[in-house]
């Protein structure tokens, strides 16, 4: 499948989640033309450090839109699968198009419980804590237990490397696991770094 790509490093969509954004660039504003003028597929990827597209991204349906007075788009997407760059191709817009093969991670048959929700929230909570994060946990635990972990990697400042590692998981249970070790590491780290300090 043909898809243009919006490289943006730390927003990260995951299947099943939903990402507002703003596009004011005129190159984006071309590629939310072309993806309304077809199956509103748009793909969201990041690159590495010498700016190299990662190797697998996530399609987003744009299910809802509007056109500012000023020429932009607000957008709202919606993550339906992880994708794999199969090669870019040559350039005919000012945005970037690949061709991509669509990637089915199958989601674990048995959900998180409640006793992994309360240990995330719990880990979560002091991660906030330290990061000095204005977040209501009663907001998020209203969340649906499988839709937790996503919406906690997307909206963290986590590197984007880490966000990459998350992206990349196949199955809920190994992306619980890893969420849990990235929030355990950040919140070791940041309590280092202040003992060092004081």
């Known amino acids: 499948m043909e898809i243009p790509i919006f490289p943006l490093n730390g927003a990260v969509l ?4 939903s990402l507002p954004l703003n596009i004011f660039e005129e190159r984006y504003i071309e590629m939310v033309d072309y993806a309304l003028s077809r199956e509103r597929f748009i793909g969201m990827i990041q690159s590495d450090q010498k700016n190299n597209l990662y ?53 674990d048959k048995n959900s998180l419980n409640e006793k992994q929700k309360d240990s995330l929230l719990e880990r979560y909570s002091q991660y906030i804590k330290i990061k000095k ?39 809920l249970s190994d992306f619980y696991k890893k969420l849990q070790s990235i929030l355990e590491l950040e919140i070791v780290e940041d309590n280092n770094h202040n003992k060092t300090i004081n």
């Open 55 to 107: 190797n697998i991204g996530c399609i987003g349906k744009i299910h809802s839109f509007s056109e500012t007075a000023d020429g932009r788009y607000l957008i709202s997407l919606q993550g339906t699968n992880c994708f794999k760059v199969k090669k870019e191709l040559k350039k005919k817009y000012k945005f970037r198009l690949i061709e991509a093969e669509a990637l089915d991670f199958v989601e």
């Open 14 to 17: 995951f299947p099943g989640t």
């Open 133 to 171: 994060i204005n977040l209501s946990l009663e907001d998020i635990q209203k969340i649906d237990v499988n839709q937790i972990i996503k919406f906690i990697a997307m909206i963290s400042p986590f590197s984007d490397v880490e966000k990459q590692v998350l992206l990349e998981t196949e199955n």
